[in-house]
């Protein structure tokens, strides 16, 4: 069972380097998701994309913060000029599209950021 | 105020007790509800959800939702120790076909069960 993976799990950086984070979903599952979690929070939206396009994203991502989908597949997630405030977990969840149902979101194990 | 608020607890409770989890929300338009489990150092997995007012079970899971009061619970019978983890809830409106349920999550409650 291939469930959603992402990589690094772990990252440690200084202020000013820029990041980038790797997301791999559910085969076959067309909507992917970036939240930020940080210490004591539930997970915050960042952006979403159903298969190549990215659809919506929240105010909170800024200029700094880019996401791509290319094909559809993989998803990355960079932060460029990284600051001490960027420092959370941050998520990746997939789903399967299904207009006017529910549709389980399938969240990756995280990858922990730590901005020094 | 934030959409939806959740005593972020911690809440220590004996091994075989009826643990309560509850959140409130502000946003009338939320019609799916949803209560995640996440384990240390892990990603959420939904544990249930439901759409609209009323009650649902799942063995030892009951989520009960008021809507005219803006109130989900979560019930946890005969509770043990491997259910100890933090409990979010979680609620999103319907959209139209095509469009996309943002979620919006709660604190999360932090359940450690004693053996």
């Known amino acids: 069972d291939t469930g959603v993976s992402q990589d690094p799990r772990h990252k440690i950086t200084k202020r000013g380097q820029n990041v980038t984070f790797r997301c791999d979903p559910i085969?076959?599952?067309?909507?992917l998701y970036w939240y930020r979690q940080t210490l004591g929070q539930g997970p915050e939206f960042l952006t979403y994309?159903?298969?190549?396009?990215?659809?919506?994203k929240s105010r909170l991502l800024s200029d700094r913060f880019s996401a791509e989908r290319p094909k559809g597949s993989f998803s990355t997630l960079e932060i460029q000029r990284t600051e001490q405030g960027d420092s959370a977990m941050y998520l990746c969840?997939?789903?399967?599209?299904?207009?006017?149902?529910?549709?389980?979101?399938?969240f990756g194990p995280g990858t922990r950021l730590t901005v020094t | 105020q934030k959409e939806v608020e959740q005593d972020p607890g911690p809440l220590s409770v004996p091994e075989g007790a009826i643990v309560s989890l509850n959140c409130t929300y502000s946003?009338?338009?939320?019609?799916?509800f949803m209560w995640y489990r996440q384990y240390s150092r892990k990603g959420p997995e939904l544990l249930m959800y439901?759409?609209?007012?009323g009650n649902k079970e799942d063995g030892r899971f009951t989520a009960q939702v008021d809507k005219s009061s803006k109130y989900i619970s979560l019930f946890i019978r005969d509770s043990q120790p491997s259910d100890s983890a933090t409990y979010l809830c979680?609620?999103?409106?319907?959209?139209?076909?095509?469009?996309?349920?943002?979620?919006?999550f709660g604190t999360g409650t932090k359940l450690q069960v004693i053996p």
């Open positions: 969840a997939s789903s399967f599209t299904k207009d006017r149902e529910f549709n389980e979101q399938y």
């Open positions: 085969s076959e599952h067309n909507r």
């Open positions: 994309f159903q298969n190549e396009a990215q659809l919506e």
């Open positions: 946003n009338s338009a939320f019609q799916y």
């Open positions: 439901t759409y609209s007012s």
């Open positions: 979680a609620m999103s409106a319907f959209n139209p076909p095509g469009g996309y349920q943002k979620v919006t």
